[in-house]
Each structure stands twice: as structure tokens, then as C-alpha cells.
């Protein structure tokens, strides 16, 4: 299993940013894909999870700014944040679970300026 996040950068707060998580080497339909930040300083935290059927949850903090969709015939996971601001700075992980072993992706760095 690999998973490839892509689609960090440096945006000004306000802005908007879409990331994206390349999966391969598992049947990426019928898999829960989360995504993870972790901010310097800080533990990792669960942004938002998304079950094979489509319906996502998220973590407080990004409730009504964040949006995770996937397309399963590229086997591509994504999450489009909206009105970003100086806290959402954090690397950025994609990870699933198969056979009961978690995997992650690589991590992608978001930084939002004032």
C-alpha cells in the first residue's frame, strides 16, 4: 500500500488551498480514508475521515471550512479547505487501514500567512 499526498503550499489566510492523496497497492473503493495534520509543536490530530460509500466527518476546528470527497476511479482522495487561516498550518497526512496496519501517507506542508 502506498498513499502519495500532494497540494500543499504557502497561501495567505483567507484563501483556499486543495489537497490531494494518490493511493495504490489496495482496492481504494471500499476503504476509510482519513486525513491527519499536525501543526509544529503539536500532536497529530484527525482533520476528517470519509467511509467507501462517501459521507465524511470532521473535527470541529474545520467543520464548515474543510471538505473531504473522493474519486474512487482514479483512487484519489482529496480535501479542499476553504477560508484558511494561520492555525490550519500544519503538514498534512493522508492514511488508511488495511489488514488491520495503518498507512501514511508521505505529508505535505500547508502554510498560511496573515
Known amino acids: 500500500v502506498q498513499l502519495q499526498a500532494s497540494g500543499g503550499g504557502l497561501v495567505q489566510a483567507g484563501e483556499s488551498l486543495r489537497l490531494s492523496c494518490k493511493a495504490s497497492g489496495m482496492n481504494f473503493a471500499i476503504a476509510a480514508m482519513d486525513w491527519y495534520r499536525q501543526a509544529p509543536g503539536k500532536e497529530r490530530e484527525l482533520v476528517g475521515s470519509i467511509a467507501s460509500g462517501g459521507s465524511a466527518n470532521y473535527a470541529d476546528s474545520v467543520k464548515g471550512r474543510f471538505a473531504i470527497s473522493r474519486d474512487n476511479g482514479r483512487r484519489t482522495l482529496f480535501l479542499q479547505m476553504n477560508s484558511l487561516n494561520t492555525e490550519d498550518t500544519a503538514v498534512y497526512y493522508c492514511?488508511?487501514?488495511?489488514?488491520?496496519?495503518?498507512?501514511w501517507g508521505q505529508g505535505t506542508l500547508v502554510t498560511v500567512s496573515s
Open positions: 492514511k488508511t487501514q488495511v489488514w488491520n496496519k495503518d498507512f
